[in-house]
């Protein structure tokens, strides 16, 4: 569904994106992790056509991404960023309800639709009506996760969208995410630092490091045949923390 054939992405001083390569299949959940400045959420940005790359190609169902082609594009895209992006000024259902409504929904039909991912996210319905102030940092994810999904497009990228959940919350929130991957049928590209996270919800991680690809595989591949030293101790900080001394 998704390419980027030697992609480059550089900034006054800094080279985000060097020569990346990368193809995503469709209904394939992968997962992009490494340290921070990596490229990771980058990548994400290129595909939703919020980056122009410097040099390379981006394609979408093998066309090239143009700007011409940008709206259309993004109608067929869930993008949840870290903390959610809701708007402030409106409630969880009016946040749902914006995309549908400029494309022309009806009431009924967007009520229906909330209530049936509200299910599928086990929110309460009545959450909808609260501002994101009035919600929790899991049901703020989760009206996002639903904003996303909203007009049922498919694909979903989803750049750290756990990272400031508490680990009780998070952990809950990896379970239902991986049964609705399990069951939505949709291309899935996620950004997280987190290892055990990403191997729970992908069946495909891509670690990244300094702009470049420097694995790519399933977490067994990672584990049992590191292309070189850096995987070995990402994977090995990732396992454990630091002794504390005496």
Request: charged share 25%; aromatic share 4%.
């Amino acid at each position: 569904m998704f390419a980027l054939h030697r992609v480059q992405v550089r900034y006054p001083g800094v080279l985000a994106l060097d020569d990346v390569s990368l193809d995503f299949a469709r209904g394939q959940v992968c997962a992009l992790i490494g340290s921070s400045g990596s490229g990771k959420s980058t990548v994400l940005r290129l595909l939703i056509g919020l980056v122009r790359p410097t040099a390379g190609e981006v394609r979408v169902d093998g066309m090239p991404l143009a700007t011409t082609s940008l709206q259309d594009i993004r109608r067929r895209l869930g993008y949840v960023i870290q903390e959610g992006g809701l708007f402030p000024h409106l409630s969880g259902r009016d946040n749902l309800a914006l995309l549908p409504r400029h494309l022309g929904w009806t009431r009924e039909r967007i009520a229906a639709r909330c209530n049936e991912l509200a299910e599928r996210v086990r929110l309460p319905v009545s959450a909808l009506q609260r501002y994101p102030a009035e919600l929790s940092g899991g049901q703020r994810q989760r009206v996002a996760l639903m904003r996303a999904l909203m007009t049922d497009p498919p694909a979903l990228l989803l750049d750290e969208p756990l990272g400031a959940l508490d680990p009780i919350v998070r952990h809950e929130l990896q379970t239902q995410l991986r049964d609705l991957f399990d069951t939505l049928d949709k291309t899935v590209i996620l950004v997280t630092h987190d290892v055990a996270e990403a191997a729970w919800l992908a069946s495909r991680l891509v670690l990244m490091r300094d702009g470049r690809v420097v694995q790519d595989g399933g977490i067994a591949d990672l584990q049992r045949t590191p292309t070189n030293d850096y995987v070995r101790r990402f994977l090995d900080s990732a396992r454990r923390l630091p002794e504390r001394p005496a």
